[in-house]
């Protein structure tokens, strides 16, 4: 069965540093770009980061760019989200997403909470 | 950046008839060379993550029953349920795939019953 899992979620005071990893399961990592979606309390989806599947190249929102960095580890199975000076628009629930075909998603992690308050 | 606008925000419909989504980009996402709409439908549930619908615009995900529909080319796209069930109560996204991710959802449309 394929599988995502995110941990890595919590409070943050703003300023401050996360790091998201999502254990991938049931499939091969090395064969799919990744990506990570947040969604804003009670707001829209918005796509945060995307990784192709040797990490040779990395696509980031506007918003996030130079202060969160994504990587995989495929051996690991594992992709991750680093966030560095962390804000309070930055508080979302963070999706890890496997990338289907040309940029669909096709399957989701349970999300992980991430708080970012003083 | 593509920006996906949906319409209405919100629609209530009664058990049984026909909810009709609108999702419109500001630029194409027909791709000329191998004529594909570069577009999916989710649907989420409160408390879960966004489940895939349709993608290349009108091609039904596994599993999904077949009152979901997708159809329309270039800019203006429709996401159609049939026959609205109780269970299809959920926000439902657009998203393009065209551009250089990130890639960019509408900002949903919420269905309810009447």
């Known amino acids: 069965e394929v599988q995502l899992a995110e941990s890595g979620g919590g409070l943050v005071q703003p300023g401050g540093s996360l790091r998201l990893s999502c254990a991938a399961s049931?499939?091969?990592?090395?064969?799919?770009?990744m990506g990570w979606v947040r969604q804003a309390p009670g707001k829209g989806l918005e796509w945060v980061a995307t990784?192709?599947?040797?990490?040779?190249?990395?696509y980031y929102v506007d918003s996030v760019k130079g202060r969160f960095t994504i990587s995989r580890d495929n051996a690991m199975h594992s992709v991750y989200l680093q966030m560095n000076s962390l804000r309070a628009e930055d508080t979302a629930v963070y999706y890890c997403a496997r990338v289907a075909g040309n940029g669909w998603v096709g399957c989701w992690g349970q999300g992980t909470l991430v708080t970012v308050s003083s | 950046d593509i920006v996906m606008t949906q319409s209405p925000d919100s629609l209530a419909v009664s058990l049984g008839e026909r909810a009709t989504i609108n999702c419109k980009s500001s630029q194409s996402v027909l791709y000329s060379s191998d004529s594909k709409n570069y577009l999916a439908w989710y649907q989420q549930k409160p408390g879960q993550p966004p489940n895939l619908l349709i993608y290349w615009a009108s091609t039904r995900e596994s599993g999904v029953p077949d009152r979901f529909s997708g159809s329309g080319s270039g800019t203006d796209f429709t996401l159609t349920i049939s026959s609205l069930q109780a269970e299809d109560v959920a926000v439902y996204y657009c998203q393009q795939y065209y551009s250089v991710p990130p890639w960019t959802f509408g900002q949903g449309t919420k269905v309810e019953i009447k």
């Open positions: 049931g499939f091969s990592l090395s064969d799919y770009w």
């Open positions: 990784i192709k599947p040797d990490g040779s190249e990395k």
